[in-house]
């Protein structure tokens, strides 16, 4: 029996550069347009390019590497009205003389997130415990159904 080779699984450009942490429209053109392999997006991560360091230390970044980098959510961003791609230069401005939503959107954030940590250590304990707390009161089964036999036939006697 032969068997077939592997198909290469490919992926958008929008996904490849979501997964190398780039702004897509920043990619040079041939990137933008072709259809990337796993194999090619796996060198891309091993031995990254020029145009791909130059987008990674510089930018501009898409939101999730902006958020990360000013240490707020993504929702924090768009709260603040922060739609564009930021570059490395502008989150460094940002954060070195911080407005107000800033502040306030980092906070937010922190305390979501110790709020998470403190959820997530419940569920730790919990699991270490084996404790099951059930999230809604077991209901009562219900009766299993009768099935019909010849002699409950509405009444009848079964045809003889």
Do not use: C
């Not at 990360?68 to 929702?75: E, G, T």
């Not at 930021?86 to 989150?91: E, F, K, S």
């Not at 250590?121 to 059930?134: G, R």
């Amino acid at each position: 029996m032969v068997t077939k080779p592997k198909k290469s699984q490919v992926m958008k450009p929008a996904t490849a550069a979501l997964k190398l942490d780039v702004y897509l429209p920043a990619t040079p053109q041939e990137f933008q347009e072709s259809l990337v392999s796993r194999e090619e997006l796996d060198e891309l991560q091993r031995n990254p390019p020029q145009w791909l360091s130059d987008l990674r230390r510089d930018g501009p970044h898409p939101r999730n590497v902006v958020a990360a980098r000013l240490r707020v959510s993504n929702s924090g961003l768009a709260r603040a009205g922060i739609t564009e791609a930021l570059t490395t230069a502008q989150i460094a401005d940002l954060a070195a003389d911080p407005p107000e939503w800033l502040i306030r959107e980092r906070a937010t954030h922190a305390e979501t997130q110790r709020e998470q940590r403190r959820l997530q250590e419940l569920q730790n304990d919990a699991a270490a415990e084996k404790i099951t707390v059930p999230a809604k009161p077991a209901k009562a089964a219900k009766p299993a159904a009768r099935r019909k036999t010849p002699t409950s036939r509405g009444g009848r006697s079964p045809r003889r």
